[in-house]
Each structure stands twice: as C-alpha cells, then as structure tokens.
C-alpha cells in the first residue's frame, strides 16, 4: 500500500507537481487551503461580502459551491445560488435538479431562471432562429442573466466556476486570435463597474480541472456527468485541453505556473479593452449602443428583452430575498 505523505493512511491521489501522495481525507483539506489561498492571493472575497455562485451542476461548479460553503463561515461572507434552466431537454432538467438538490443540502438560497420563461424559447430554438451556434447565444443569455441577476441582488461578486485548465483553454485560444481584450478578462476577478456589471471571481482559478473532479467524487457530490448536448465533439477547446494535458505530464505543474505569470502580468493586457458603454435599452454593460442580449432578442422575437429581463429578475428575487 502506497501511504499518505501526511499520515498513515492509504494514499489515493498522487499530485506531481507538489511531489504529494495524499489520502482521502488529507487532498480534500489540500484542495480546500489551495481555494482559500487563490481568495487571499488574489482578493477575491472580503468580510461581510454578498456572494453569488453561479452553479450549473457540472463537477466544478458543484465544488465550488461546497469549497465556498465551507469557508463562508471562516472568512465571513455570505452565499447565495443561481442556476439558469436552459431549456436544452433532459440535460437541464436534470442540472436544474442536481443544483436544487445540492443547495438545499447545503441551505443556500438559490435563484432559478428559466430561459424559456424570460424569452419563450429554449437555447437550441434560440440559435436555430438567430442562425447562431447554441453555445455562442447560450454564452450571451447566461453572462447577461448572470450579471443582471447578481446587480439586483446587490452581490458584491460573482463566483464562476472556472478551473485552471479552462483558464489555459481559454487564454490560449484567444493568444492565438491576438484578442488581447479577451485576455484581459481572463484574470482571477473582473472588476465591478457601478450600476453597470458586478465583479466576476474564479476561486478554482488555480485548481486543476481533474483536481476538482476528484474532490466532488471522494466527497459525493452529486453533479451532472454529462456534456451538454450541444457541445461540438471536435470542438479546438478539446484538442488544446489534451495537448495541454499531455504538456503537463512531461513537465508537472508547468500549467500552475503559468495561470499565476498569467495573473501576476493580466494588467498589460487590461489597457487594450475598448471604453464599456451602458446599453441603450436596458442600461447594463455594452460594448455597443445596444448590448448583446438585447441585440440577440430583438433579432428573435423582435423586441429588446433586456428592460423586461430586468424587471422579470427584480420581481422573482422579491420572493427570495423575503424568505431569506
Ligand atoms: P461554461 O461557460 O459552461 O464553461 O461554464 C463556466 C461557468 O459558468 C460555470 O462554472 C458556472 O459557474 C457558470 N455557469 C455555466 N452554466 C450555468 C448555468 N446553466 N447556470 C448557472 N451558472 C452557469
Ligand atoms: Fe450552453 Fe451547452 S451549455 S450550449
Ligand atoms: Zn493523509
Ligand atoms: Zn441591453
């Protein structure tokens, strides 16, 4: 039997890069020192801040939601939940089931937003009338319901579930587009603009994605083990996901070290965004006269959702914030 390097017991993860073999017991207590670690490295939470996680019921949001969990207490912020059903058939019936059976265990507050009550329409309808790849849509609705709902809540923050090796995706892909204002928004956090969009955080930002998957596995997290329907089988994201992988393997902890160069230099990307604007129509962060969601709905039922959007989460989060 192979042991723990911190105690007798049996080792069942063996991490390279920290030259570790850990227990059960002893790698969920390292995942979650390394996750209050990113938060103080980086700043992510202070004390007393309302904090809401987005949870859409895949292994690294679901850890997150227990890793934050755990440490609200200590570091003295408070937890609230979203989920958004897509209305991508099964597949979000059963996230949605998934994110309420595991808020409920850990009592948070959760915040539920049907897409196909906001819009009429569920992702796949939505791209096939905006004649739009679904993940592309589905990335608009969800960071605008996402920023909406975390501006009316009045959260001080954001929590994304973001691991490392989607950082590395992500930061890698946009290297080779040279959009360095992408890049910029890849950082541990995104800033706060008053009014206008709420600071994004990513407490797994250091945290391997096969690490996260372990901790919800050991601890017997209940998550959504299934792709999204939608997702393209050959999409660039997987075959920089297992390059990189094999990278790390010939060089471990290649892939830490370079989130936190990443981290360290993300301000020589930050002067490259374009001025934000407030949209038109419905007052939130754009890019343009009028922003991508209210664009995108205007182009499918004719009408700028944005306002109407607003109004929807203000009411529904009425309800939540009286029972709370
Ligand atoms: P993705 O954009 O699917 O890679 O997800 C990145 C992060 O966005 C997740 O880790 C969650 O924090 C959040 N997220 C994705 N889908 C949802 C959803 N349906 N509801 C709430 N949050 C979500
Ligand atoms: Fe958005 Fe699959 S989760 S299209
Ligand atoms: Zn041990
Ligand atoms: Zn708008």
Redesign the pocket.
Known sequence: MVKCSLCQDKAIVKIPYAGLRLCKEHFTKYIEDRVRKTIKRYNLISSGMRVLV???G?K??STMLVILNKLSKELKFTLYA???D?GIGNYSVY?RRTVEKLSQSLNIPLIILEVKKILGYGIPEIASKAKRPACSVC?VI?RYL?NATALELGADVVA???NLD?IITYAFKEFMNQNLNALAKLGPSTKSIKDLAVSRIRPLYEIYERESLLYALINNITFVKDECPMAREDSLDRIIKVKYFEIEERYPGIKLAFVRRFAKNIQYYQGTEPEFKKCKTCGLLSSWDICSYCRLSFKILGKYMGHDTRNYIRELLKNILIRT
Do not use: Q, R, T
């Open positions: 987005a949870v859409s895949g690294d949001s979203m989920h958004i897509l996230s990335g969800k996402i994304m579930g973001h989607d």
